[in-house]
């Protein structure tokens, strides 16, 4: 992984188990060392590259899975969110996928796109992102506002 991440703790084998059993099917072996040591985690400032260029904001608590894969329209019948990305899309593995890694656009659940082969690969697309790095043309800019504090 190239970002660091904070908060996460470890998942117990028992969490993991009884998640997999709720689901009906093993979840992704890369995911599960994920879980054991990062459950929960919140991802620094980050970018990934791909289609979107959006970030990650956080990885989906293991107790909070099932929840989540309940909002997700037109999910895969054996896949489950992993990730939560910026401005309310939803990052996840599709075990009938051989474990592939998806990016589920939430304005149009139609459009679901492939990001990686396994979740390693997926947090291996995502680098930190510093906004102060963001250089601007004066023709992309279109008003400035000045805020007095």
């Known amino acids: 992984m190239n970002i660091r991440t904070e908060n996460g703790k470890p998942a117990s084998e028992e969490a993991i188990s009884n ?12 995911f599960k060392a994920f879980l054991r040591t990062q459950d929960g985690a919140e991802p620094e400032n980050n970018i990934l590259h791909g289609n979107y260029n959006v970030g990650i904001d ?8 099932l ?15 992993v990730a939560w990305a ?4 939803i990052v996840y593995i599709d075990e009938g996928k051989g ?6 656009d939430h304005e149009d ?26 250089e601007m043309n004066p023709d992309q800019m279109i008003s400035v506002t ?4």
């Open 109 to 134: 659940s139609d459009n679901v796109t492939e990001l990686a082969s396994d979740f390693d690969a997926f947090t291996n697309l995502l680098e930190p992102f510093d906004i102060d790095a963001i």
């Open 99 to 104: 474990g592939s890694v998806f990016f589920w």
């Open 146 to 149: 000045r805020r007095i504090v």
């Open 86 to 89: 910026a401005c309310g899309n």
């Open 67 to 81: 929840e989540e894969r309940g909002y997700i329209e037109n999910l895969p019948e054996r896949a489950y969110p």
């Open 19 to 30: 998640l997999e059993s709720a689901l009906g099917f093993s979840i992704s072996g890369h």
């Open 58 to 65: 956080g990885f989906i608590p293991l107790d909070q899975i």
